[in-house]
């Protein structure tokens, strides 16, 4: 008799999103989102493994059949709701210590980014809080900041350092993100190096650049070596007034000359053409891109690089939205977060499909695509994670809804949607919804 970890069985629908082993979807494929659903009264079902991964996804009569003599830990009867993959946020900023909530009301009168930044707030507010707090505060903060993600439908995130400035503090926030990563098991985490996130006080650009190259990205790589520290990216924030376009390219090639993937800032408020720049280096992805032109656009399809389109930014600082739909026409992998930060303090994914759908003109199909597949594309993921096929790491949602566009349609409301949260095959959150 086969021993099991987890049986979901009768539900309404399970979205796969693809089942062929697709490392991302572009272009018309963004808007073909594979679901599989109840034939009459016979249900679906998905069947997990003790390794946490999926063995089995089909209908409730042939899964039964095929394990008709298995035994499972859990079983879980999702008559009448659908199972999905869980979301995958791209983008975030999550360790710091003082909110902003002061500088709202600045933006509301018309206070644009980059004034507040040069008034002592933004990032350098941030920076100061965060260099103050001790390892054990940020990652306190941090904790339930995962925690209220994971109840929102992630399951796995992209979090960087970046409010530290200073070689001390930058490895505080990575202790702090490697520590997460070992011991909290509802979440998975893409660890991100952003030393280079503004230029320190008291430092040039260019000294700044040599201080990330030369002195915090060595010790890095040591502490990486020696195992104290996890991290998976390097990030930049490349743009007017930070990193100009060759210091950000001298500072991303020295991230990846010691094994870390390119996933940076790239055309936020002006055209650099860091896009472009991305696309010679290899990029595995690139943010924000509110400023990229057609040319960018072009160089990021031709190399691959995934677009992490981020509504909240656009929206909370009223810039223009990217040109996503010209992305996706070009065949550029578009992917999703929340740019979750003090600026943007947004933790649900499903939100930002919303935002995404009504602002963006995606659809709905396209938006769960880039929080899934080419959100686990952007992280280097993606042949593990972001879909509902056999072999891969078990992270679902199940939403109390006949249809997996409710978690979209339903603006705010994943909390009474969300019935179950899974990962790797663990129940991790439920609710009475």
């Known amino acids: ?47 997990v493994g003790r390794d946490g991964c999926i063995s089995a996804v089909g209908h409730t009569a042939s899964i039964e059949k095929q394990f008709h003599d298995a035994t499972f830990d859990k079983v879980i009867d999702a008559q009448g709701m659908c199972v999905m993959p869980g979301l995958i946020d791209g983008h975030t900023h999550p360790v710091w210590a003082g909110d902003r909530v002061h500088e709202f009301a600045m933006k509301l009168a018309g206070a644009s980014y980059m004034e507040v930044h040069k008034a002592g707030g933004g ?39 970046g409010y530290g400035l200073d070689l001390e503090t930058e490895i505080k926030m990575l202790r702090v993100l490697t520590r997460a990563s070992k011991e909290l098991p509802f979440i998975e985490i893409s660890s991100t190096y952003c030393g280079a996130h503004a230029i320190p006080k008291g430092k040039t650009a260019e000294e700044a650049t040599d201080d990330v ?9 040591q502490l990486v070596k020696n195992g104290e520290l996890l991290v998976d990216n390097i990030d930049v924030f490349c743009e007017k007034g930070v990193y100009d376009v060759d210091q950000s390219r001298r500072i991303l ?12 800032h790239a055309e936020e408020l002006n055209l650099l053409n860091g896009a472009e720049m991305g696309a010679e280096l290899e990029a595995r992805a690139m943010s924000h891109l509110e400023e990229i ?49 003090p600026n943007a303090f947004c933790m649900s994914m499903s939100l930002i ?52 566009e409710h978690l979209v349609y339903q603006m705010g409301g994943h909390d009474h949607l969300i019935k179950y949260v899974i990962k790797k095959g663990d129940i991790v959150h439920s609710s009475n919804c």
């Open 353 to 404: 499909m919303h935002l995404a759908c009504v602002n963006m003109r995606m659809s709905m199909e396209e938006a769960l695509v880039a929080s899934t597949i080419n959100a686990a594309a952007s992280i280097g993921k993606a042949a593990t994670h972001g879909s509902l096929e056999v072999g891969k790491v078990a992270d679902l949602l199940i939403i109390n809804a006949p249809r997996w």
């Open 293 to 341: 032109s057609d040319a960018g656009i072009e160089a990021m399809a031709k190399a691959n690089s995934v677009a992490v389109i981020l509504p909240t930014t656009a929206y909370i600082l009223r810039l223009k939205s990217p040109p996503v739909r010209k992305m996706i026409d070009a065949g550029v992998p578009v992917a999703l977060g929340t740019d979750f930060n």
């Open 213 to 221: 190259i030369k002195n915090q990205l060595p010790r890095i790589q």
């Open 253 to 264: 090639q020295a991230g990846k000359d010691i094994g870390l993937a390119i996933n940076f």
């Open 1 to 47: 008799m086969t021993s099991l970890k987890l049986l979901v069985k009768n539900a309404r629908q399970a979205v796969l999103v693809c089942n062929s082993k697709e490392l991302f979807l572009r272009g018309e494929a963004m808007k073909r989102v594979l679901v599989l659903e109840q034939d009459g009264a016979n249900g679906v079902s998905v069947v």
């Open 123 to 161: 990032i350098y507010f941030t920076v100061e809080h965060t260099q103050k707090a001790s390892e054990e505060e940020l990652y306190q903060l941090f904790k339930s900041r995962l925690e209220r993600m994971m109840h929102a439908g992630t399951t796995t995130v992209e979090c960087k350092s």
